[in-house]
């Protein structure tokens, strides 16, 4: 297992250099130069080209790509254009606040989504079933911003249970919380519906009827541990979705986040936040995946020895 | 008797796949459920094990005793606590039949938890006895394995273990062998046949195979769609068959001294459910079919054969 995990993680530095080479390039090639918002109107071309020097944007672009590799594996993401701080400082100050948001509103979705699949699966095609995936497909269907609205008109303006917006405290995570989580929600039940229900119709299923388990024990100790490997996989797929995805959700809460940041410092060409964000995001994405790897290793036998036999 | 099926039909959706079998059984006995592909001899062991509700079935007529109670009438929790205790079930395809994420000994160890209340101590020590009994070299190691790391014959060797450890009276093995390689195949129907003589248990052994019936079973049932042809002692049904379809089946078993091309097989295939003849379901394919074959349904005669037109008694 270990073997395995160290296997995976140097087969992640390839992919990281790719990303980062990916991320690098399309801000260099999209139009748009973050020069421009730094110069005073009239502004002379020997100021451009000292503030061009300053930021190493004179220099050829595998040069600039090999410095800004370079300063990234020391941890120095470099000094925003626009903001003129370091860049890490930026990110340390979004990441927490993306993480919780992204962090609660996968344990939300997992929880919810997966309890509601088991009900669901279980009363198939009764009245339960129909009624969880009629309200599973109106989640899903509905945008977060708009949901986000919804939950501040209902929850905050006319009840007043939380605030509108704003990080302050546990109460103003709640909307957004569930406005993110609801939407995977949607996914992970109708996922662990199918799941189960395909786990069920499995030979070793009937075995275990005949052994004289309990229906239910046999729903929720073996053909849930099956559906939970598909299950387990998506989520981990969306980890990297959820910390970037949350952009609209943070807007329409006003809320900071990575998602904000990376907005912002879109619109004003601040190319050094740009590429952190992306870079964050895609890391995300990545780690995300090899856990929901690592996941399903620990969930199954067969594909833990599948990987041994693949070492040798 | 251990077991009396009495003119059991079995319904599905709209369709009655099974009707009219019956066949009885002791303990100490083998039962020799036979017939080809589709001839029922699954749904069968579905309706003794009272599992039809798995597949959406249920006994539309007649009843499945055992030891005198009727089956079809009891309450689903009656049913699992017969399941497993008294009734083992062996399926037909070992490779698919374990839990493919739990370690072998839990999966054995649980029945005698479960229905024999032992501690989880007692019942490792149980299925270690047991896998011991059934000749799996290494037993401890076995049940700290998965299912992917064992054989076929082992799965199928585990399969019985869990069926045994209830303590049952009677097993239904629903082709205990047909999956399996044929060397494989002589052990498990000789530690079947074993299990049976020494524990006195009963057995229906549902398989295609005739030289196993005419080996190992003390009684025959043969089925033709959905029906029962023929029920009776062995060496009387292998020396005088009476229904054309018990002497086409015995017909097909290869025998020494044999002419080269000899062996004919039987015309023609088992009608779909859908697709049921109408009178006896075997005269499409009969070579003595009569012409009220088609239009009138053969009783059952002495309760064991059904043909208007049967092979004569050997005399004398």
């Known amino acids: 297992m270990l073997n395995y995990l160290a296997r995976r993680l140097l087969a992640l530095i390839p992919v990281f250099l790719a990303v980062s080479l990916v ?7 999209i139009p748009g130069d973050p020069v421009d918002n730094l110069l005073k109107v009239g502004a002379s071309a020997s100021q451009r080209a000292e503030i061009e020097a300053r930021y190493g944007l004179d220099r050829p672009l595998p040069v600039q790509y090999a410095i800004w590799l370079g300063n990234l594996v020391q941890g120095d993401l470099g000094t925003a254009i626009i903001g003129r701080r370091p860049v890490i400082d930026i990110i340390a100050q979004a990441l927490p606040h993306s993480l919780m948001l992204g962090g609660l ?24 079933d129909q009624a969880i995936m009629g309200g599973v497909l109106v989640g899903s269907t509905m945008p977060g911003f708009w949901l986000g609205l919804l939950l501040i008109l209902v929850f905050a303006v006319w009840l007043g249970w939380f605030p509108v917006s704003g990080a302050r405290g546990w109460a103003s995570l709640v909307l957004p919380v569930l406005t993110i989580g609801l939407g995977g929600t949607a996914l992970v039940t109708r996922v662990t519906r199918v799941a189960m ?59 900071p986040g990575l998602g904000t940041t990376l907005i912002k410092a879109l619109n004003q060409h601040d190319y050094p936040v740009v590429q952190a964000c992306l870079l964050m995001l895609a890391m995300a994405v990545m780690l995300g995946t090899l856990l929901g790897d690592i996941l399903q290793a620990l969930m199954d036998p067969r594909v833990r020895a599948a990987q041994a036999g693949a070492a040798r | 008797m251990l077991l009396e099926v009495e003119n059991l039909s079995v319904t599905i959706g709209r369709v009655t796949p099974l009707d009219g079998v019956s066949f009885g059984l002791d303990r100490g006995q083998i039962l020799g459920l036979v017939g080809e592909s589709g001839s029922g001899k699954s749904l069968t062991a579905l309706a003794v094990t009272g599992l039809l509700p798995l597949i959406g079935g249920r006994v539309s007529g007649g009843a499945v005793r055992f030891q005198g109670k009727d089956l079809a009438g009891m309450k689903p929790a009656a049913l699992r606590a017969l399941r497993g205790r008294r009734i083992g079930f062996v399926t037909q395809n070992p490779m698919t039949a374990l839990d493919p994420v739990q370690r072998i000994g839990a999966q054995v160890d649980v029945v005698s938890r479960l229905h024999l209340g032992l501690s989880a101590g007692a019942a490792r020590a149980r299925t270690l006895d047991l896998l011991t009994q059934l000749r799996i070299p290494e037993a401890a190691a076995v049940c700290e394995a998965y299912p992917h790391q064992l054989s076929g014959g082992m799965k199928q060797r585990i399969v019985i ?78 020396a005088a068959p009476r229904h054309p379809y018990t002497a086409a089946l015995i017909g097909c078993i290869p025998r020494e001294g044999m002419a080269p091309g000899a062996l004919t097989g039987i015309p023609g295939a088992v009608p779909s459910v859908t697709a049921y003849p109408p009178g006896c379901r075997f005269h499409p394919r009969c070579p003595r079919a009569l012409p009220a074959c088609a239009t009138e349904v053969p009783a059952l005669t002495g309760g064991a054969l059904a043909c208007l037109n049967p092979l004569e008694m050997p005399h004398g």
Not at chain 1, 213 to 237: E, G, K, M, Y
Not at chain 2, 218 to 230: F, K, M, S
Request: with cysteine; charged share 15%; aromatic share 6%.
């Open chain 1, 197 to 255: 229900i395909e786990a069920s119709q499995r030979d070793f299923v009937m075995l275990l009827h005949a052994k004289g388990l309990s229906p239910l024990r046999i729903q929720l100790f073996h053909v849930l541990r099956h559906a939970l490997i598909p299950v387990v996989t998506i989520l981990a797929l969306r980890i990297g979705w959820i910390l970037g995805g949350a952009v609209t959700v943070e807007v329409v809460f006003a809320r």
């Open chain 1, 23 to 29: 991320i690098f390039l399309i801000l260099h090639l």
């Open chain 1, 105 to 128: 509103a996968l344990l939300f979705s997992s929880v919810v989504g997966v309890a509601l699949g088991v009900v669901a699966a279980l009363h198939r095609d009764r009245w339960p």
């Open chain 2, 161 to 238: 273990a869990m069926a045994l450890a209830g303590e049952p009276e009677l097993i239904v093995a629903d082709e205990p062998t047909t999956a399996l390689d044929v060397t494989v195949q002589a052990q498990i129907i000789h530690i079947l046949a074993t299990l049976v003589r020494e524990r006195g248990l009963g057995l229906v052994l549902i398989t295609h195979d005739m030289g196993v019936v005419a080996q190992v079973c003390d009684r025959v049932a043969v089925l033709y769609a959905g029906r029962l042809a023929e029920a009776r002692e062995v060496r009387g049904l292998f």
